[in-house]
Nanobody, 119 residues
Framework: QVQLVESGGGLVQAGGSLRLSCVASRRVISIDVMGWYRQAPGKQRELVAKIVTGGSTNYADSVKGRFTISRDNDENTMSLQMNSLRPEDTAVYYC?????????????WGQGTQVTVSS
């Protein structure tokens, strides 16, 4: 089991920045993949960025060059630095932890944090 708690969401003007944090109940180094997803009203949840144990990262095309995902193995945290925010980035952002054990994938989610970007 992994509990995840997000923080850092809020209201910001277009062009501004926010930093989201996700605190895990276990050492993040023991989690195979951690990521941020978002869901806007009326839309499906989509991947924003993910980072694997070895440090490799992957970003949605829409956020490349603007968002940076990182993980701090000593602090049990994962962060998402969001710069040059756009109104279309408005959504609820969810922290995700994925653990693979044999042939089984275990997925865990945080409660979500709202990000609103005004034009």
């Amino acid at each position: 089991q992994v509990q995840l708690v997000e923080s850092g969401g809020g209201l910001v003007q277009a062009g501004g920045s926010l930093r989201l944090s996700c605190v895990a109940s276990r050492r993040v180094i023991s989690i195979d993949v951690m990521g941020w997803y978002r869901q806007a009203p009326g839309k499906q949840r989509e991947l924003v960025a993910k980072i694997v144990t070895g440090g490799s990262t992957n970003y949605a095309d829409s956020v490349k060059g603007r968002f940076t995902i990182s993980r701090d193995n000593d602090e049990n945290t994962m962060s998402l630095q969001m710069n040059s925010l756009r109104p279309e980035d408005t959504a609820v952002y969810y922290c995700n932890a994925a653990i693979v054990r044999g042939a089984t994938l275990y997925n865990y989610w945080g409660q979500g944090t709202q990000v609103t970007v005004s034009s």
